[in-house]
């Protein structure tokens, strides 16, 4: 117990020594030491850094050239950053790059990894300049790793951000597309489902469906889901509320396409298959939807 | 609100208001049951296009009306169910089976009188 105290009391002097060295130079004032030392020595570094990036097959995806530009710029930002210690232009900047290199297929880890070498080379370039001097150089690190750690973590959180950002906009994207809902003959609505069917995807079709047998004033509706490779237990009661719905708007509901695995999972969870009316293929489907309507096709030979 | 039936030709057509309670669909009922003999009658239509919220109780309504106008030996159509009203029902499990259902009052005329061309 004795010897704890003790050693508290060592460090709690040592904390203070320390804060004691760092009152002595204001941060600021170290920060534009090093700030100075990072422009004057900007084409080496600069040069250094691109070396280690190629070195560890970093961006594999870009060309020299355009590594060698970028890293021009990154390392302008980040000096900027750490003089002005504000992050919004660097933030700017980095959402632009990684708006420019996403679609190239550039990864997280790269530009994690190409920011974390530049802090170690600028580190590196700390340690040669003030060996010499161990307590300078001890108080231009505390004043510079806050500071690059904030500026790593600013520069991959921007990329992970735009990076969602896309996810999101592609997901919209795709919801918008799948979802059609098909006038293919007066009367006849044709709704092709394709991909994986979520709760959520589900009610919009139906919610489309419903609507288009109101507006198109519909009679038969062929649900094709020979696009849908899977489906659980809430999707397929969905599909048999959604037939149900439409027969209350008036519409006799086919569908068509059903896999085996589909099939096989229906009769498994006991999806109640009696109201259904269902076809093997959309061709089938059409052509029960026809006669249903009244249709019959004809070739022009037999017309004669 | 009491609702009106009124004749047309050989069926009776009952239009709902937005807002019934329960009494005045117990009244309909009634009505039609007794309307549709003595009119001698041959469809009924049931138009709820101006409803916008089905609960229970109208919905069982609706289908005692249809299964006892079919005792009676007429035939009855419901039309007008909007699509959220339809799926609000679907999911609450009132699904109106065995009861003939149609777009609205057009098709509803459309299919009787389908089913009925032969034996005028």
């Known amino acids: ?304 | 609100m009491e609702v009106p039936i009124l004749k047309q030709g050989d069926y009776l057509i009952a239009t709902f208001q937005a807002a019934l309670s329960d009494a005045d669909l117990n009244q309909l009922r009634s009505g039609l049951i007794q309307q549709v003999v003595k009119l001698r009658s041959r469809g009924v239509l049931v138009d709820v296009t101006a409803m916008d919220v089905m609960d229970s109780f109208a919905s069982r309504t609706l289908r005692e009306i249809a299964h006892m106008i079919r005792l009676r030996g007429a035939e009855t159509v419901i039309v007008g169910i909007q699509p959220e009203v339809a799926f609000a029902m679907v999911q609450l499990g009132l699904t109106l089976e065995d009861v003939t259902t149609a777009l609205d009052l057009e098709e509803g005329l459309a299919y009787l009188n389908e089913k009925f061309k032969n034996t005028h």
Do not use: C
């Open chain 1, 1 to 304: 117990m004795a010897k704890r105290a003790e050693t508290l009391k060592e460090t709690m002097t040592l904390n203070s020594q320390v804060t004691e060295l760092v009152r002595s130079e204001a941060p600021s004032e170290l920060l534009r030491e090093l700030v100075a030392h990072l422009r004057q020595n900007r084409t080496q570094l600069r040069e250094e850094w691109v070396g280690r990036i190629s070195e560890t097959r970093l961006l594999t995806a870009m060309t020299k050239e355009e590594i060698f530009a970028e890293a021009t710029s990154v390392y302008d930002s980040y000096v900027e950053a750490l003089e002005t210690e504000t992050f919004e232009a660097l933030q700017a900047y980095a959402r632009n790059l990684s708006e420019r290199i996403i679609p190239r297929g550039v990864e997280t880890h790269e530009v994690v990894g190409i920011v974390l070498l530049l802090r170690d080379v600028l580190a590196r370039s700390l340690f040669a300049k003030y060996q010499a001097d161990f307590k300078k150089l001890n108080r231009i690190l505390d004043a510079y790793e806050p500071a690059a750690n904030r500026i790593a973590n600013t520069v991959s959180v921007s990329f992970v951000q735009e990076r969602e950002r896309v996810i999101r906009q592609q997901q919209e994207a795709i919801r918008e597309l799948s979802t059609p809902v098909l006038q293919v003959r007066e009367r006849l609505l044709i709704l092709p489902m394709i991909g994986v069917i979520d709760p959520q995807r589900a009610r919009q079709l139906t919610e489309q469906l419903l609507r288009g047998i109101r507006t198109n004033r519909a009679k038969v509706v062929v649900i094709d889901i020979t696009g849908v490779a899977a489906m659980d237990v809430t999707v397929a009661n969905h599909l048999v509320q959604t037939v149900e719905a439409s027969r209350l708007l008036g519409a006799t509901v086919i569908v068509t396409g059903l896999s085996p695995e589909i099939a096989q999972t229906l009769v498994t969870i006991g999806v109640d298959l009696g109201k259904m009316n269902t076809v093997g293929d959309l061709q089938g489907g059409i052509e029960q939807a026809e006669r249903l309507l009244g249709y019959k096709v004809v070739t022009l030979a037999e017309t004669r």
